[in-house]
């Protein structure tokens, strides 16, 4: 078995619209980044590379590549799957914290589970994402941006 951990942050852009966990979240900006800024499926790719020994995203989707303007994040995530399964390992689980003031996560999160897994070739029952609150603390609590830290773990030998 392998852990590894990711964790991503972005700050809110009004241009833009909400993508977290491959789902439209309407009525909030969205985030800042060259992909479409999904922070959640950038934190969980993270974590599921990192795992395997693989780097993290930008190493392999690298931001300034015009390839990965706008890319769907799990589409990237999907890649990244792929590229962890060549090496002889499978995700088993991915537990996940999306740290915001203003976004509320519970209502949104099954449809990000259900679309996380799917990526990761996994059951929804696998995903575990919640939300939390600064506590109006820092740039978060300011609600400037939102961070989110993953945990991936993988299962399998390196090939």
């Given at each position: ?29 969205g ?7 999904d ?10 590379l ?37 090496s ?13 003031e203003?976004i ?28 939390k609150?600064n ?5 978060i609590g ?18």
């Open positions: 078995m392998r852990v590894g951990v990711g964790y991503d942050s972005h700050r809110f852009d009004p241009e833009r619209r909400l993508i977290l966990g491959g789902i439209h979240i309407p009525g909030q900006p985030l800042a980044g060259f992909s479409d800024g922070a959640l499926a950038h934190a969980v790719t993270d974590a599921v990192g795992a395997a020994g693989h780097g993290d995203i930008g190493r392999h989707f690298s931001p300034g590549d015009e390839r990965w303007r706008d890319a769907d994040s799990v589409e990237l995530l999907r890649s990244a799957v792929e590229m962890v399964q060549d002889g390992f499978h995700v088993s689980n991915v537990d996940a914290v999306v740290i915001s203003r509320r996560i519970s209502p949104v999160a099954d449809g990000m589970r259900e679309r996380l897994a799917a990526a990761m070739g996994v059951a929804r029952s696998a995903v575990s994402i919640k939300g609150s506590e109006g603390l820092g740039w300011a609600d400037e941006g939102l961070a989110v830290h993953a945990v991936a773990l993988l299962e399998g030998r390196p090939s």
